[in-house]
């Protein structure tokens, strides 16, 4: 037992917080789950690192450069140690490397993974205890992955036992500090020595197959209109070059009811966007089996106060009809689907494991375009895959003249730990990737131009996100999920939160410009 009672370690609590956030949407709303956690635990959230006790950073791990930003900013901050500032690493990198974190940067405190904030009160119990007596001896529990996708693959075992992130035996090399950890789930128990050190090392390592990553009761949404709901986590499809499946483990989905109740409280505290969720948010399989993701979808949209209703990321293979008739058949699903396709190549959609081809692909936007309403389409492209050859490379860019997307988010591959495309050969060089990424982007420059100027003229309805006090403009999001800067004379009540009608009257590469209609 340790020698500090939970009232001590209150005591003693360091009680301002600072969190930044790295990543996708699904962190974003991570990190109001545990900002709601920390204000319940009594802690205050401070705008910056120097004002605060405690320096969270929820990471992202997708790409090598999101793994490295966190660890540059733990660097810039260490000489904050010195004046008893804690520092935590949750998320994706956290998940992924576990305590390997303390190696790289010995003046971190606590390790938590993706879904970690419900075992945030217990590790800062834990961690306020230990900062205020290092001695402690604590039971720690491990976690043992059993994801069915990697055992299939022969990999569960190695990966937990071999993995440098989980060395066998927690205290294998045994450190002069302090060292917790707390985990839920399948679970076995051993026992850390905890040394008199001054270091206090915490670790809560997700079980990646929980579904109470979907409890919400803490969530400080950051934004009063528009909210995001989880409605699915982790992910099964393993494409060859991707970390999600390793940090955000097995796909689950929540309940429909569950996902309903909160989309209704959300309408009742005056919420009007709700944002579904979810790594592949459409292959969503209630557990109740009560209703598909089409069905689930109009019934969001149909809850009373709900004006607009969006989800990302749709999986192609998952992608059904019954998507785009729903949108036909109710007014508050938006005019856009995200549906990544990665490259327009067979052969190197084949080597990345994405489970599809160019023609079931494009035969889903034929689907989405021929929809009653004009349909916004993006997407989501790699370049650089390993073996991508030029005529793959010109594939992909075919793929962008004949799809007509409204804007692509496109990436140098990037090599992911555990990932099975890390042992492809035929790297692409970096100065290569960095020339087909450029002219990925100039290409999609030349589509979205004329795509975006043909709404000049145009009256669109804006959900106003903010002000631009500077050039003196309204910023509205369109249900295509269009930016449109727009003016509004002294006279119109124009509010954030409020949905006005606009008319186009300018457009650049990614956003449009207008006026009120008064
Ligand atoms: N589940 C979604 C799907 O399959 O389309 C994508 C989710 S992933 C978090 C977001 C995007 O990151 C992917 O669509 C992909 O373009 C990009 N990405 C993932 N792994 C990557 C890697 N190793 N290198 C470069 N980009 C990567
Ligand atoms: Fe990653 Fe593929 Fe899963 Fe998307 S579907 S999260 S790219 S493994």
């Known amino acids: 037992m340790s020698g500090v009672t939970e009232n001590d370690a209150l005591h003693a609590a360091p009680k301002t917080f600072y969190l930044e956030t790295f990543g996708c949407q699904m962190n974003v709303h991570d990190s109001e789950k545990v900002v709601g956690t920390l204000l319940h635990e009594g802690y205050r959230q401070v705008e910056t690192v120097e004002q605060a006790d405690l320096i969270l950073y929820n990471t992202c791990s997708i790409r090598d450069k999101a793994e490295q930003k966190v660890f540059h900013r733990l660097a810039d901050f260490k000489k904050l140690q010195s004046q008893g500032k804690k520092f935590g690493v949750l998320g994706c990198v956290a998940q992924q490397e576990g305590e390997k974190i303390f190696e790289r940067a010995p003046h971190v405190s606590l390790v938590c993974g993706s879904a970690s904030y419900r075992n ?34 022969g990999g569960a075992a190695a990966f937990v036992e071999d993995s440098p992130a989980h060395p066998a035996g927690e205290n294998a090399g045994v450190r002069d500090d302090a060292s917790i950890a707390i985990s839920p789930g399948n679970a076995r128990d051993s026992v850390l020595a905890a040394r008199n050190s001054g270091l206090v090392r915490i670790t809560g390592l997700d079980d990646r197959e929980t579904d109470k990553c979907f409890e919400t009761e803490f969530t400080a949404r950051s934004n009063p209109h528009r909210g995001y709901i989880t409605i699915i986590e982790g992910c099964d499809k393993f494409c060859s070059y991707c970390v999600v499946p390793f940090t955000r483990g097995k796909e689950r989905s929540r309940t429909s009811e569950s996902v309903l109740a909160e989309a209704r409280q959300m309408a009742d505290l005056g919420y009007t966007e709700i944002q579904l969720l979810g790594q592949n948010v459409n292959s969503y399989k209630d557990p109740a089996g009560k209703r598909s993701f089409a069905e689930l979808l109009a019934a969001v949209g149909e809850i009373p106060g709900i004006r607009r209703v969006r989800f990302t990321t749709s999986h192609p293979r998952d992608f059904g009809r019954d998507i785009v008739q729903v949108i036909d058949a109710v007014p508050a699903l938006c005019d856009h689907v995200h549906l990544p396709v990665q490259s327009g190549s067979d052969r190197v959609l084949h080597a990345m494991r994405r489970l599809y081809d160019r023609e079931q692909y494009l035969e889903r936007i034929a689907w989405i375009k021929s929809s009653k309403r004009e349909i916004s389409i993006t997407s989501d492209i790699i370049v650089g895959f390993p ?7 010109a594939q992909t860019l075919s793929l962008l003249d004949e799809v007509g997307y409204d804007g692509v988010f496109s990436f140098k591959y990037s090599p992911r730990p555990n990932t099975p495309a890390l042992a492809l050969e035929d790297a692409i060089p970096d100065q290569e990737k960095a020339r087909r990424l450029e002219g990925l982007m100039a290409r999609q420059k030349e589509i979205q131009t004329p795509r975006y100027k043909k709404y000049i003229g145009a009256i669109m309805e804006v959900l106003v996100e903010g002000r631009n006090e500077s050039r003196g403009q309204w910023i509205g999001r369109t249900s295509h999920n269009k930016t449109l800067n727009f003016t509004a004379p002294k006279q119109a009540t124009t509010s954030v939160g409020s949905y006005v009608q606009v008319m186009v009257t300018g457009s650049f590469p990614n956003s449009l410009l207008g006026e009120i209609m008064v």
């Open 120 to 153: 945030l009160p217990q590790m800062l119990v834990q961690l306020e205890g230990a900062s205020a007596n290092a001695s402690l001896v604590s039971e720690a529990i491990d976690v043992r992955d059993s994801h069915p996708a990697k055992i299939a693959q």
């Open 387 to 393: 073996g991508e050859t030029e005529e793959d490379f």
